[in-house]
């Protein structure tokens, strides 16, 4: 079974910053890029940030441009997302998720973790 983890969520105050992972396991495309989405309370989801395999090209909304960064290490599976800077806004269920490609819609999809920014 394909899986998708993520971990590393939880509380910070404006200004601080929070690494993510993602962990693919059993994962058979170790070529389809990966990016993180999130989901703040009353609002649809987003992308914020993608990374094609294994480029590494990155993509980002100007949103959290220069703010975020994604990367992967291909040994441990994992992708990362750092965030710094954050803002009030940055608060929502962010989501690892799998495409092909950076453009397309996600195949898979992990089970969330929260960030909450705090003023």
């Known amino acids: 079974e394909v899986q998708l983890v993520e971990s590393g969520g939880g509380l910070v105050q404006a200004g601080g910053s929070l690494r993510l992972s993602c962990v693919a396991a059993?994962?058979?495309?170790?070529?389809?890029?990966i990016g993180w989405f999130r989901q703040a309370p009353g609002k649809e989801r987003e992308a914020v940030s993608c990374i094609t395999r294994p480029d590494g090209t990155t993509y980002y909304p100007t949103s959290v441009t220069d703010r975020f960064t994604i990367s992967y290490d291909n040994a441990k599976t994992t992708v990362y997302l750092q965030m710094n800077s954050l803002k009030l806004e940055d608060t929502g269920v962010y989501y690892c998720a799998s495409s092909p490609t950076c453009r397309g819609s996600p195949l898979y999809w992990g089970q969330g973790t929260q960030v909450t920014v705090s003023s």
């Open positions: 059993h994962f058979p495309h170790d070529d389809y890029a």
